[in-house]
Each structure stands twice: as structure tokens, then as C-alpha cells.
């Protein structure tokens, strides 16, 4: 059993590696909810901080979905307008901030990709040359306990039914897309992507 | 919170299962309209889309951080500042950095619409002498709004009567169109058209742009879907702004 996201006492405060921090997931979730809750009071500086501890992530997120920067770009820039506006929705009570976070940028990514429709884009693979190495900063966000805990229930499964389950979360497209992509009749895509979840409930809920 | 394994009635597993492939992502764009419309209305299901949002997105740990370019922050910086009204079509600032070392700028890159088949002058290379700039009042720069960049230049041609725009550095993303407004100081902005990125758009300059007091409008372009905006009124938003100067 692997220990639940309320324990507390699984990993050490801080170490420094050159000049940057690294802090443990729970350090980060409390910074990250106080900057949410004075962003929620449209202190500008807050969203600042959020912005340069989470966007990396959220981009590398939205450039996964929609290989082209621009688009990527657009869809960030709205992500924190959204934030700016609406941080007062926050709940730490229902996610992490960075969950939180990451939900609201895949929602508007997916979104965006089915507004393109069936229009292709040109070339994956230039999309992610284009890509700069992020700083140690965006470090501070892994949520290394809820990952584990995920990994370790993918991992009983079959392993190409698992790695369906990740294309299908990294690459936000629809079950038709995903069995072009993957080669594999729709019927029997939507089976195994079904009971993945339901194999990943009962172990997730253990 | 309801965390707890639920055996209730006859299609709650469903329902999990669907709140699950929402969260994945497989679903269609009108599958994910009414997922949404019931994440709305029904909180047992909207407890279980927030279940699946816990326990699958910690998956975006494995997916690389990428700097967005440094234009981002300061974009969104500028959209969140505070300001009366958040209307980017009468926001001074949007055009205020059109300086007279952009005007320079914008004589450099006449210099190619004279000579069109040079290659165009990479845009850090030193300003011209500010004595070759052509009469203010006939250039503008199109800039972006955030980083002063100059993604258009408007020329005027009195004795044809026509307005040229020539790309500086105007980029889109795919399936979008830039479109072309006219903003008289105080009024709404007036379509002049979709114009190409890549060439030079020649036009008839618009109605009065050659009288006293027109040349306070702004020149602004938006993105838009393909043909233009829909509705006669921008919708995307503002990629480049400036205006010709009163001499």
C-alpha cells in the first residue's frame, strides 16, 4: 500500500542544488495555494509566482495536445486569464493546486483540438525540436505521491492497455483518432480503455 | 468527499466510467459538451469527474516542461493590469511604443517595399539616419502590442490613394486569418479585410484617411477564423496595433 497524499512526513523539507530550491510536494502545494488564494485578491505578483512555477508544466501539457506553439501559447495565455479571474475557485479541499491547475489547461487544450476538427498538423516531431530545456523552477509542481500512486495501478495492468490509457491522456484525442493512431479497431480500443478505468478505480480506491 | 466505492443503482458504474473517459479524453467534442452540461446540473456526477481529475492528472508529471517564449508573461501581464475598462481598442499603451525609433524601423523596411527582391533586413540591424524617414504622417508601424515588435508597416500613397501593408514578422497560428481594422479615436473598429502574411497588401486606403484628424485611428490586426470575422466585429485577439502619426 503505498502512503496516502495526507502523510506528511515521507520527505525531507529542502535541499539545495546550486542556487535553486527544491521543495517537496507539500511545501509546493502550501506556496502555490496561498499564491491561488492572493491571485483570488487580484495580486498580480501572485499570479506572477504561479505563473513562473507552473507554466512550463502547463505548456509542455499543451504543446503535448496540440503540437503547434502558437495554438499552445494561446491556450496558456487564457489559462491564467481564467486563473486571474476565477482563482477564487480554487478548493484545496478537492485538488492540488497544480492538479487544479493542469485540469483547467488539458480542459481548454482538448477543447481547442476538437474546435480544429479534422485538420492534421504538419509535423509533430517540429513542434517538440522547437522545445527549450525548462528551468529547475518548474520542479517545484511534481506531484510525486498521487503520481506514484497512479503509476503503481497502471503498472497492473496489461502493459499495452496501459499504454493506451497514456496516449489517450497525454495526446487528448478522441477514441476515433486514438485507433488510427494505435492501429487497432475502435470496438476493441473503447473495451480496453473502459475497463482500464474500471481495473484503475478498484485499484486507485484500495 | 465521496471517495468511497459507490454500488448504486444500475448505470452509476456507467456514469464512473464515462466521468473517467471524459477526464481521459477520449471523448468527442459533442460528447464533452454534455459531459460538461451534467458536471453542471448533477453534483453525484460531477463528484465523480472531480474522483478521476485527482487520481489521473498527477499523469501530467510525465510530461516535459517547455519554456513558452518570453513574450507570454508580459502579454498576460499586461491583460491582467488594471485599467477602467479592459478594452484593448482604446488603451493608449497598445500604441504608445510606437516611438520614433519604430518610424526608423519602419523605414528600414520601406527600403524593401522599394526593393522588393532584396532580402529583407533582419530586423536588429541598425536604424537608419532618422533624415531618410519618409513623412511621418504616411507610416505606421503595426506592432505587437506587448513586445513593440513590428509585425506590419501601413504606407500611405496619396497620389493613388491607396494603403499598402507589408509583413514584418506576422505569424498565425493554423486556421486562423489576420484581419485588418480601422479604429477612428472613440469609435468601433471597421473591417478593412483579411490581409496576406506573407506578401504585400495593397488596398484602397479607406474613406478620409487623407483628411485633417483621421490620422489619430489605430490600425489594428486580430486574429480571425478563416475569411475573416463571422460577425462584422473582431473576436480573436489583437496581434499588432499602431497608428500614423500627426506630424
Redesign the interface.
Known sequence: MLPRREGHDTVGHQRTLGRAILVDANTSRALLSKALSRVAQQD?DA??YV?RHT???L???C???LH???????V??DV??TV?RKAGGFDP????P??WL??LT?NRA??RL???GG?V??DVAEAETL?????LA??LV???E??A??AHCLDQLDPSHAGA??T?????????A?SQRLSMPLGTLKSW??RS??S??GC??A | MTDAPTTGPTGEDDDRVLAGEYVLGVLDAAQRAAVSRRIVDEAVFAQAVYWWERRLTPLVGEVAAIQPSAGLWPRISNLIAPRPRLDVWRDVRVWRGVSAGALALAAACLVVVALPNRAPPPVAVAPPPVAVAPPPNQVAVIADPTTREARLVATLDPDHGQLVLTPVALTLPQGRDPELWIIPEGGKPISLGVIATAAPTRMAAPAGLNADGVFTATLAVTDEPLGGSPSGAPTGSVRAAGRFIRT
Open positions: 498580480a499570479l506572477r505563473y507554466s512550463a508544466k505548456f509542455g501539457v504543446l503535448r495536445i503547434d506553439r502558437q495554438e499552445a501559447e494561446d496558456l495565455q491564467y486569464l486571474w479541499e478537492r485538488a492540488s497544480i492538479t493542469a485540469v488539458r482538448i477543447d476538437r474546435a480544429r485538420r498538423v504538419a522545445a527549450d530545456p525548462a528551468p518548474s520542479t511534481e506531484t510525486d498521487d503520481h500512486r497512479l490509457v497514456r489517450a491522456f497525454f495526446e487528448g484525442v478522441t477514441y476515433e486514438l480503455i473502459r478505468l474500471i484503475l478505480r486507485l480506491e
